[in-house]
T-cell receptor, first 113, second 110 residues
Framework: KAGVTQTPRYLIKTRGQQVTLSCSPISGHRSVSWYQQTPGQGLQFLFEYFSETQRNKGNFPGRFSGRQFSNSRSEMNVSTLELGDSALYLC????????????FGSGTQLSVL | QKEVEQNSGPLSVPEGAIASLNCTYSDRVSQSFFWYRQYSGKSPELIMSIYSNGDKEDGRFTAQLNKASQYVSLLIRDSQPSDSATYLCAVRGYGQNFVFGPGTRLSVLP
Protein backbone atom coordinates (compact mmCIF):
# COMPACT_ATOMS: atom_id res chain seq x y z
CA LYS A 1 0.00 0.00 0.00
CA ALA A 2 1.37 3.41 -0.89
CA GLY A 3 1.99 5.80 1.97
CA VAL A 4 0.84 9.37 2.38
CA THR A 5 2.04 11.43 -0.55
CA GLN A 6 2.69 15.15 -0.32
CA THR A 7 3.60 17.45 -3.19
CA PRO A 8 5.65 19.41 -3.80
CA ARG A 9 8.55 18.42 -1.55
CA TYR A 10 10.07 21.91 -1.54
CA LEU A 11 8.67 25.36 -2.30
CA ILE A 12 10.23 28.80 -2.34
CA LYS A 13 7.89 31.76 -2.38
CA THR A 14 8.09 35.48 -1.67
CA ARG A 15 6.07 37.49 0.81
CA GLY A 16 2.56 38.27 -0.34
CA GLN A 17 2.26 35.29 -2.66
CA GLN A 18 -0.07 32.39 -2.10
CA VAL A 19 0.69 28.68 -2.13
CA THR A 20 -1.24 25.42 -2.44
CA LEU A 21 0.04 22.16 -0.98
CA SER A 22 -1.35 18.75 -1.86
CA CYS A 23 -1.78 15.56 0.15
CA SER A 24 -2.93 12.13 -0.99
CA PRO A 25 -3.78 9.86 1.97
CA ILE A 26 -3.29 6.14 2.22
CA SER A 27 -5.94 4.30 0.26
CA GLY A 28 -9.01 3.80 2.43
CA HIS A 29 -8.13 6.56 4.88
CA ARG A 30 -10.80 9.22 4.97
CA SER A 31 -9.34 11.48 7.65
CA VAL A 32 -6.63 13.94 6.64
CA SER A 33 -5.04 16.44 8.99
CA TRP A 34 -2.43 19.13 8.45
CA TYR A 35 0.35 20.28 10.77
CA GLN A 36 2.93 23.03 10.71
CA GLN A 37 6.33 22.11 12.13
CA THR A 38 8.95 24.68 13.09
CA PRO A 39 12.03 24.32 15.30
CA GLY A 40 10.63 26.73 17.86
CA GLN A 41 6.98 25.69 18.01
CA GLY A 42 7.06 21.99 17.23
CA LEU A 43 4.06 20.37 15.55
CA GLN A 44 1.08 22.71 15.46
CA PHE A 45 -2.32 21.45 14.34
CA LEU A 46 -3.88 23.32 11.43
CA PHE A 47 -7.05 21.44 10.55
CA GLU A 48 -8.59 18.02 10.03
CA TYR A 49 -10.92 16.90 7.27
CA PHE A 50 -13.15 13.87 7.12
CA SER A 51 -15.42 13.06 4.18
CA GLU A 52 -14.91 16.51 2.68
CA THR A 53 -15.92 18.29 5.92
CA GLN A 54 -13.62 20.24 8.18
CA ARG A 55 -13.95 18.63 11.58
CA ASN A 56 -11.43 20.52 13.69
CA LYS A 57 -9.44 23.69 13.23
CA GLY A 58 -6.35 24.90 15.00
CA ASN A 59 -5.44 28.38 16.12
CA PHE A 60 -4.16 29.78 12.83
CA PRO A 61 -5.26 32.91 10.96
CA GLY A 62 -7.80 32.78 8.16
CA ARG A 63 -4.99 32.96 5.60
CA PHE A 64 -4.65 29.23 6.16
CA SER A 65 -7.41 27.22 4.56
CA GLY A 66 -7.94 23.74 3.28
CA ARG A 67 -10.32 21.41 1.58
CA GLN A 68 -10.84 17.75 0.93
CA PHE A 69 -12.10 16.14 -2.23
CA SER A 70 -14.40 13.17 -2.68
CA ASN A 71 -11.39 10.87 -3.22
CA SER A 72 -10.04 12.01 0.20
CA ARG A 73 -7.17 13.96 -1.33
CA SER A 74 -6.65 17.23 0.46
CA GLU A 75 -5.19 20.61 -0.35
CA MET A 76 -3.99 23.35 1.95
CA ASN A 77 -3.78 26.95 0.84
CA VAL A 78 -1.89 29.82 2.42
CA SER A 79 -2.60 33.28 1.09
CA THR A 80 -0.59 36.47 1.55
CA LEU A 81 2.49 34.61 2.70
CA GLU A 82 4.55 36.01 5.57
CA LEU A 83 8.14 35.25 6.50
CA GLY A 84 6.89 33.43 9.60
CA ASP A 85 5.03 30.92 7.43
CA SER A 86 8.35 29.29 6.55
CA ALA A 87 8.01 25.78 7.96
CA LEU A 88 7.62 22.11 7.21
CA TYR A 89 3.98 21.33 6.48
CA LEU A 90 3.03 17.77 7.30
CA CYS A 91 -0.07 15.94 6.27
CA UNK A 92 -1.29 12.87 8.15
CA UNK A 93 -4.02 10.40 7.36
CA UNK A 94 -5.75 7.79 9.47
CA UNK A 95 -8.53 5.27 9.30
CA UNK A 96 -11.77 6.05 11.04
CA UNK A 97 -13.38 5.53 13.39
CA UNK A 98 -11.56 3.84 16.19
CA UNK A 99 -8.05 3.85 14.82
CA UNK A 100 -6.08 6.82 16.11
CA UNK A 101 -2.75 6.01 14.45
CA UNK A 102 -1.57 8.89 12.30
CA UNK A 103 0.45 8.15 9.19
CA PHE A 104 2.52 11.15 8.14
CA GLY A 105 3.70 12.15 4.71
CA SER A 106 7.23 13.38 4.04
CA GLY A 107 6.06 16.98 4.20
CA THR A 108 6.42 20.10 2.11
CA GLN A 109 9.26 22.42 3.13
CA LEU A 110 8.06 25.96 2.47
CA SER A 111 10.51 28.85 2.47
CA VAL A 112 9.15 32.39 2.29
CA LEU A 113 11.69 35.02 1.24
CA GLN B 1 -5.16 26.48 25.30
CA LYS B 2 -4.42 22.81 25.63
CA GLU B 3 -0.74 22.24 26.21
CA VAL B 4 1.64 19.34 26.14
CA GLU B 5 5.07 19.92 27.63
CA GLN B 6 8.30 18.01 27.25
CA ASN B 7 11.91 18.71 28.09
CA SER B 8 13.52 19.72 24.81
CA GLY B 9 16.80 18.03 25.68
CA PRO B 10 19.07 16.94 24.30
CA LEU B 11 18.97 13.91 26.53
CA SER B 12 22.19 11.96 26.21
CA VAL B 13 22.47 8.38 27.43
CA PRO B 14 25.18 5.75 26.87
CA GLU B 15 24.44 2.73 24.71
CA GLY B 16 22.72 0.01 26.70
CA ALA B 17 21.28 2.40 29.31
CA ILE B 18 17.63 3.21 29.98
CA ALA B 19 16.37 6.44 28.42
CA SER B 20 13.48 8.10 30.24
CA LEU B 21 11.34 10.63 28.40
CA ASN B 22 8.64 12.62 30.16
CA CYS B 23 5.54 14.52 29.12
CA THR B 24 2.86 16.48 30.98
CA TYR B 25 -0.45 17.69 29.61
CA SER B 26 -2.93 20.32 30.70
CA ASP B 27 -6.32 19.01 29.52
CA ARG B 28 -7.79 16.69 32.14
CA VAL B 29 -10.31 15.17 29.72
CA SER B 30 -7.56 13.81 27.46
CA GLN B 31 -8.17 10.15 26.74
CA SER B 32 -5.53 8.97 24.32
CA PHE B 33 -1.78 9.29 24.59
CA PHE B 34 0.90 8.62 22.02
CA TRP B 35 4.63 8.61 21.50
CA TYR B 36 5.97 9.37 18.05
CA ARG B 37 9.60 9.09 16.96
CA GLN B 38 11.01 11.48 14.39
CA TYR B 39 14.42 10.96 12.87
CA SER B 40 16.21 14.04 11.58
CA GLY B 41 14.80 15.01 8.18
CA LYS B 42 12.03 12.42 8.39
CA SER B 43 8.38 12.46 9.33
CA PRO B 44 7.04 11.25 12.70
CA GLU B 45 6.08 7.62 13.16
CA LEU B 46 3.98 6.12 15.93
CA ILE B 47 5.84 3.86 18.34
CA MET B 48 3.46 3.57 21.32
CA SER B 49 -0.09 4.39 22.31
CA ILE B 50 -1.60 4.13 25.79
CA TYR B 51 -5.13 4.71 27.04
CA SER B 52 -5.28 3.41 30.63
CA ASN B 53 -3.35 4.22 33.77
CA GLY B 54 -0.32 2.04 34.32
CA ASP B 55 2.37 0.56 32.11
CA LYS B 56 2.26 -0.76 28.58
CA GLU B 57 5.24 -2.65 27.22
CA ASP B 58 6.23 -3.28 23.60
CA GLY B 59 9.67 -4.77 23.13
CA ARG B 60 12.26 -2.38 24.52
CA PHE B 61 9.67 0.38 24.94
CA THR B 62 7.43 0.96 27.96
CA ALA B 63 4.84 3.72 28.11
CA GLN B 64 3.57 4.82 31.51
CA LEU B 65 0.42 6.85 32.13
CA ASN B 66 -0.77 8.58 35.29
CA LYS B 67 -3.96 10.52 34.56
CA ALA B 68 -4.24 11.89 38.10
CA SER B 69 -0.86 13.57 37.71
CA GLN B 70 -1.47 14.29 34.00
CA TYR B 71 1.81 12.65 33.19
CA VAL B 72 2.94 10.19 30.57
CA SER B 73 6.42 8.80 30.06
CA LEU B 74 8.36 6.58 27.71
CA LEU B 75 11.17 4.29 28.81
CA ILE B 76 13.58 2.85 26.29
CA ARG B 77 15.57 -0.07 27.65
CA ASP B 78 18.93 -1.16 26.24
CA SER B 79 19.17 2.08 24.26
CA GLN B 80 20.84 1.81 20.87
CA PRO B 81 22.44 4.51 18.71
CA SER B 82 19.58 3.89 16.26
CA ASP B 83 17.20 5.21 18.94
CA SER B 84 18.74 8.67 18.55
CA ALA B 85 15.84 10.81 17.38
CA THR B 86 13.30 13.34 18.58
CA TYR B 87 10.44 11.83 20.56
CA LEU B 88 7.09 13.59 20.37
CA CYS B 89 4.38 13.14 22.96
CA ALA B 90 0.82 13.58 21.64
CA VAL B 91 -2.47 13.78 23.50
CA ARG B 92 -6.06 13.62 22.28
CA GLY B 93 -9.47 14.10 23.83
CA TYR B 94 -12.54 12.34 22.49
CA GLY B 95 -13.39 13.71 19.05
CA GLN B 96 -10.69 16.35 19.33
CA ASN B 97 -7.50 17.02 17.47
CA PHE B 98 -4.12 15.65 18.45
CA VAL B 99 -1.96 18.04 20.48
CA PHE B 100 1.76 17.46 20.19
CA GLY B 101 4.50 18.44 22.58
CA PRO B 102 7.66 20.18 21.32
CA GLY B 103 9.62 16.93 21.43
CA THR B 104 12.67 15.67 23.32
CA ARG B 105 15.85 15.07 21.37
CA LEU B 106 17.51 11.83 22.47
CA SER B 107 21.13 11.06 21.72
CA VAL B 108 22.43 7.54 22.45
CA LEU B 109 26.20 7.55 22.65
CA PRO B 110 28.11 4.45 21.44
Amino acid sequence: KAGVTQTPRYLIKTRGQQVTLSCSPISGHRSVSWYQQTPGQGLQFLFEYFSETQRNKGNFPGRFSGRQFSNSRSEMNVSTLELGDSALYLCASRQETTNEKLFFGSGTQLSVL
Amino acid sequence: QKEVEQNSGPLSVPEGAIASLNCTYSDRVSQSFFWYRQYSGKSPELIMSIYSNGDKEDGRFTAQLNKASQYVSLLIRDSQPSDSATYLCAVRGYGQNFVFGPGTRLSVLP
